[in-house]
């Protein structure tokens, strides 16, 4: 890495800028994870993560990604030739798709476009039909990191339990959590899937569990062969503030910092901040005349934003400008996207003025390769910011 | 945690003593995984590790702890029901073999009395008996955490040669890689599995296997059911400097300035340092008039001392004692050695002096838990590492 | 301090923003100041300061603030009742000329208007006029960090000349070293006076003096008393890599690394941006409808921006909303310019989105403070900076 | 700096060993120096150093190094011509009596063997002589960094009251401050001298005085140029949690998390626990057949432990083996002990088994310089530290 002077703008959608304090505390010495500070250390994370998530119940943490997390998921609640209804909302929704396929599961995947949520109706429907419960579960992305277009979650837990069918609702809210409202108790949600370096603001490196009781009754049943992604020993060694290997402690005293900054700013004002940066967001983008590629108003990203470019513009060479020019990682177009979108991430530990040079750059940056934009699109921008 | 004035002695086998130089960079601030600079990253530690195994060959990075490297090893080259040679060397072999029975291996686990490596004649014996070539692999830990006894990979790599066996073989490294003399090519392994926080220096959080040509050619044929652990998508995306996931940007910055601290230092001088200062704690061990646990002498490891203490004495009370009197943290007695030893880590970052700060710590802890020792056995340690 | 989401805005014409380069080498282990690899760290420092202040002679480097420096300059070249002539250029001129007074030197003070630099047709006639060569030093400030105007050293320089005056040239670089172009040899000054928290990068701490020989020599007649800030002991000591006291280790370990930042971008390419900012600024301010204090186009400061207010409005209200709404800090007006002027700071470890997210919250700050302002003024900014 | 396995043994009487806390502290962002958080931080720091000093009056905070704060302590309290009283005990009070005479004041040398501290009955005398009152101070190192001896400030205080005599008592703490017991109010101290770099567990940097009212009165009277040193305008803008020179705001973040240790670990337990490790040390010294420099059981130093070689023994090799084969810094003899002694720092941030460590590098470095020492030297070094 060469140096270039100044900061650079990371505003991909994960993983997240990491505040200075968390940098440090995951600097602090590593410790005995079998000793009384670290007993100490895991109880608190353990504690003080649940709000996070809306839960009171147990939250797992896993040295691993994202991924091992969606993992987790599946093999602790779910046995082999188990039939899943999963929905095409994006490259992320197609990926895990292909795991729970991949593992072993039947999966019922409904086709979307990229630019809607899952529909609840189509939940319902499918649900209904369902007349032998034959379905073990529903998967659903709360918010695509590949779209910035999130499922309405509430509306569909009320289709499942109007359609009085037992499946488990498993959510990934890998790129909400910390960042979009997510309440795991009041929704009904199962199994919420997450990780680190999202609105955590951390490293990567962590995957979590949110587990329900009724995932806990449904795991003692589950035959998926696993080990390492057991609930079971970690659930277990965590009541002793252990885990049942070695844990990533340095990770953990970043997750003990990184709650510490979301208490003290408080979840709804987190919530609230990430709502108003995405809406001068798209302020910018439609003052610029470009489109959001999230087709429905209900369903706006607040953790990231997707812009669609017209068919002659190549959205991975206004990316590699504003990369070379400005310093700035924006997220490319994934899977039938790419080239034709770029996605401005706006969350984590993020304030108005970088939001505003992030918006600047992504102004130059359109201009630069071409894209013609109205550049009145930054006041707007500095309109909703300023409101 | 409550400020205690000096540094805590970490002393565990691994964890180990993480460099201030690594902790620093562990502090970078994150960076686009899919960006230039990562993939930079990437290569230059996909690259520098490899000498440390001793191997040309590739060595697959995971973010997990090293329990989740065992089952790489195991889910990418066996298939359900495969039946598999493994020895009771300890507490960690024990575990290891736990796990292979729980994702559907068979396992032929040779007993042992946890003072002795493997025995490469026993090895011979079982090969030699299996006409039919039903064992898939053969399991060691190279050096035995748990006790302190390491086991003569190249003498069990000739048994397997010589009994003319086309069984894997698989070799936990994790307390001996970067610490004691590992010759992965060399020596014939298959699969070597190891992780960050030993003699790396690193925190907790990665997983490492490093993989013969044999054994990815036993992966095409492998059928236990994987996902995150699957090399075959790993190895695709680290030609290109990138992972099929979101990787644990920090921990391999971490592991760049550690790579470059064995390069540094040379890893000749590294294993003799290991040696040195393991001959001088058994030298303090013998000179107290106490028993080092390792019953034979091509045996001992270098990266840790197990002290066996007569039955009258509780090991638990000298380690409290020793970690509320002096700060300092040693590894407990695990499975049925509870109570009766204590383990000195001597591994990873660490000098003479540390050394003798530790022997010292141990020395003044065994007498304030009225264990009998000859005083003048700290002095016979000084005259060891003095020479 | 409570925890507010992102990065502070520390847009002041210093302390500037320290990049994370440099403040992880400040958290390096503190060494022996008498031992070699200090002398190591203190030969390289010392040889590496040089190119910065364009010298090749000796620059002392003292623990101390600016003002430590600004004494050191004076008290050991001149002697009780010297006369010296300076100019009021602004509020740091001013009290450099307070302290010449305090320290028993005569200053013939030259009256200014805050928005221009010295005047070099002045020097030379307060020259000519001096047939007793009376006058034994020229005071200047390169860069006037209270008001951004710079004065025109090289000018000033030919003025001393073309009077055949002896006259020592002692130069404030406090705000330009490291921005702005500044050549010690080539433009005949004899002490240059700097510190480390401008465009050094570096926290507060460290003061420099960058020393002619003619300086040298002038100290050698210097009767001004001095202990600490005697250059004598300090340049003796340095050619054996050590200090006449203990020297502050972690800020050397902080310049080491500034050192390398500025070789890595190179200093012409540093001064460049600096330019390229100012001129955006500048252009933001004008699209704005506002006024730039300096008031010689000759004479802009690349370093900062000082913004003229109308009377009716307090730009320290302007700059309290900025505060508080924004996260960011700007420099208020010193002196006679207090609640008149506010100061952009663009200086250090800066880049173009950093810019745009500053003059963003300029601009949103304005409008909330109802100074009425085009809003066109960020989009020429904008255009600057992409040109 | 080549890379080292293990920490460096930082045991000169300072700069001490940072603790890791310190060094993350000294990495947080510099900030505005005229903000609310910089005078939160000012505030607290001036608040909470008072106790380190035992002290309810001011203390001043310079950047600058001890020497700095030497030459503060003179220059604000006396004139030119002035008559002060010093004593010959070491090395750093021989450069103090240099520099009050720079400055021009006239000094009363009374000489000593460096061997003991200051002689209460010798001030008596020479204030009992002194019947005009014309020696305006007693200038007293309280524990002499070149020799491990201390003196007895409060028998001083009371012969200089005894005497009736008006003169300022000023004190050097430089390296007793938080590491040996230091009353300024109870003792009737004037002006007391400390930095950073000792028991405070600093980096180098900062200077400090602390002042009684006598001396704030005699500060009106004072005609000693001054400018950087001059306690009034610092007075004043503490006031407000500022300073009238930009200030060494990462060294304070340092102090803030300094203050907060000793906080924890409490001034008496830590006055204790430097008492144990330098009795301990020494018992090692006389067990190993050696002689402690300091010659009065009642003045030994419980931050340093000065060793006196027989003539035949060149110390300086001591060290250089010591620090080549150990990786540990010891003190030099200083001025006419060079060769004659090394010295031992154990103040700071420091504990048993680090003192252990050190302990065991002094023993091993003098049997390879070839100093012949009675092994069992160590043991008795253990058997202080454990009782």
Same mark, same amino acid.
């Given at each position: 890495? *060469?140096?270039?002077? =100044?900061?650079?703008?990371?505003?991909?959608?994960?993983?997240?800028?990491?505040?200075?304090?968390?940098?440090?505390?995951?600097?602090?010495?590593?410790?005995?994870?079998?000793?009384?500070?670290?007993?100490?250390? #895991?109880?608190?994370?353990?504690?003080?993560?649940?709000?996070?998530?809306?839960?009171?119940?147990?939250?797992?943490?896993?040295?691993?990604?994202? *991924?091992?997390?969606?993992?987790?998921?599946?093999?602790?609640?779910?046995?082999?030739?188990?039939?899943?209804?999963?929905?095409? *909302?994006?490259?992320?929704?197609?990926?895990?798709?292909?795991?729970?396929?991949?593992?072993?599961?039947?999966?019922?995947?409904?086709?979307?476009?990229?630019?809607?949520?899952?529909?609840?109706?189509?939940?319902?429907?499918?649900?209904?039909?369902?007349?032998?419960?034959?379905? #073990?579960?529903?998967?659903?992305?709360?918010?695509?990191?590949? *779209?910035?277009?999130?499922?309405?979650?509430?509306?569909?837990?009320?289709?499942?339990? !109007?359609?009085?069918?037992?499946? @488990?609702?498993?959510?990934? &809210?890998?790129?909400?959590? =910390?960042?979009?409202?997510?309440?795991? +108790?009041?929704?009904?949600?199962?199994?919420?899937?997450?990780?680190?370096?999202?609105?955590?603001?951390?490293?990567?490196?962590?995957?979590?569990? #949110?587990?329900?009781?009724?995932?806990?009754?449904?795991?003692?049943?589950?035959?998926?062969?696993?080990?390492?992604? %057991?609930?079971?020993?970690?659930?277990?060694?965590?009541?002793?503030?252990?885990?049942?290997? &070695?844990?990533?402690?340095?990770?953990?005293?970043?997750?003990?910092?990184?709650?510490?900054?979301?208490?003290?700013?408080?979840?709804?004002?987190?919530?609230?901040?990430?709502?108003?940066?995405?809406?001068?967001?798209?302020?910018?983008?439609?003052?610029?005349?470009? !489109?959001?590629?999230?087709?429905?108003?209900?369903?706006?990203?607040?953790?990231? &934003?997707?812009?669609?470019?017209?068919?002659?513009? +190549?959205?991975?060479?206004?990316?590699?400008?504003?990369?070379?020019?400005?310093?700035?990682?924006?997220?490319?177009?994934?899977?039938? @996207?790419?080239?034709?979108?770029?996605?401005?991430?706006? @969350?984590?530990?993020? %304030?108005?003025?970088? @939001?505003?040079?992030?918006?600047?750059?992504?102004?130059?940056?359109?201009?630069?390769? =071409?894209?013609?934009?109205?550049?009145?699109?930054?006041?707007?921008?500095?309109?909703?910011?300023?409101?």
């Amino acid at each position: 890495m *060469t140096a270039r002077s =100044g900061r650079h703008f990371l505003q991909i959608p994960g993983p997240t800028n990491v505040p200075d304090r968390i940098l440090r505390a995951l600097a602090q010495p590593t410790i005995d994870h079998r000793g009384p500070d670290f007993a100490e250390l #895991a109880m608190d994370v353990l504690r003080r993560i649940k709000p996070v998530f809306g839960t009171t119940g147990p939250v797992v943490i896993y040295p691993s990604s994202g *991924t091992g997390a969606w993992e987790a998921a599946l093999v602790n609640t779910l046995s082999p030739g188990d039939r899943v209804l999963a929905f095409e *909302t994006g490259h992320f929704a197609t990926l895990w798709r292909d795991m729970a396929e991949g593992l072993g599961l039947v999966v019922d995947f409904v086709p979307g476009d990229w630019r809607h949520g899952v529909d609840p109706a189509v939940v319902a429907e499918h649900l209904a039909a369902d007349q032998q419960h034959s379905i #073990a579960a529903v998967m659903v992305v709360h918010n695509e990191t590949s *779209t910035g277009v999130t499922s309405r979650v509430p509306e569909i837990r009320s289709a499942i339990d !109007e359609a009085g069918h037992p499946a @488990l609702l498993l959510v990934d &809210t890998i790129s909400s959590l =910390g960042s979009i409202d997510y309440r795991h +108790d009041e929704w009904g949600v199962d199994v919420a899937v997450g990780c680190s370096q999202k609105g955590l603001m951390l490293p990567p490196g962590l995957g979590f569990n #949110a587990i329900s009781r009724k995932a806990l009754a449904a795991a003692e049943k589950a035959r998926l062969p696993k080990s390492y992604w %057991n609930w079971t020993p970690v659930l277990d060694a965590n009541e002793r503030g252990s885990f049942p290997y &070695t844990p990533p402690t340095n990770l953990l005293y970043g997750l003990r910092e990184a709650l510490s900054l979301l208490e003290s700013e408080g979840l709804p004002e987190v919530f609230a901040r990430h709502d108003r940066h995405a809406a001068a967001t798209r302020a910018a983008v439609r003052g610029w005349g470009l !489109e959001v590629l999230c087709a429905d108003e209900r369903e706006h990203s607040s953790s990231l &934003t997707a812009v669609l470019l017209a068919e002659e513009h +190549d959205a991975n060479k206004v990316r590699q400008i504003i990369l070379d020019r400005f310093d700035m990682s924006l997220g490319a177009g994934l899977g039938k @996207l790419n080239g034709r979108v770029f996605r401005i991430g706006h @969350l984590g530990d993020f %304030n108005d003025l970088a @939001l505003a040079g992030t918006l600047s750059g992504v102004h130059m940056g359109l201009q630069l390769a =071409g894209v013609p934009i109205d550049p009145a699109g930054i006041q707007t921008a500095l309109e909703a910011l300023r409101a």
